[in-house]
């Protein structure tokens, strides 16, 4: 799966790099049984100087329709933890929606 990781001016570290790479891993794992390699995925950074919060913004180009995930928080690695979160429960949504037989039916 291919990524690209927008930060415009946001200093992004070393360690959380390696975090986001690893969360790319979780999501390419995700995606081997539907997609293989067809995958685009954008992560754009921006800090919000207004309310002095970061936002972690997730776009995935995989399928017929295009997944999104955004969420802000005060600290940047809050933030892409957040994003990265939500964009798991979409691929989780969308497989569900995909094959409804996969939806859990517990009470």
């Given amino acids: 799966m291919r990524y690209e990781l927008h930060n415009g001016a946001v200093h992004v570290p070393a360690a959380l790099e390696r975090v986001i790479g690893t969360k790319v891993g979780k999501i390419e794992k995700r995606l081997k049984h539907y997609h293989p ?14 309310v002095n919060e970061y936002e972690c913004k997730i776009v995935l180009r995989a399928f017929k329709e295009t997944l999104h995930a955004k ?3 005060p600290e940047l690695r809050v933030a892409v933890d957040k994003s990265f979160e939500a964009m798991m429960r979409e691929l ?3 497989r569900v929606r995909l094959n409804p037989s996969l939806q859990d039916h517990t009470p």
């Fill in 92 to 94: 989780e949504s969308y």
């Fill in 71 to 73: 969420k802000a928080a």
């Fill in 37 to 50: 390699d067809v995958a685009d995925l954008e992560i754009r950074l921006a800090h919000m100087d207004k």
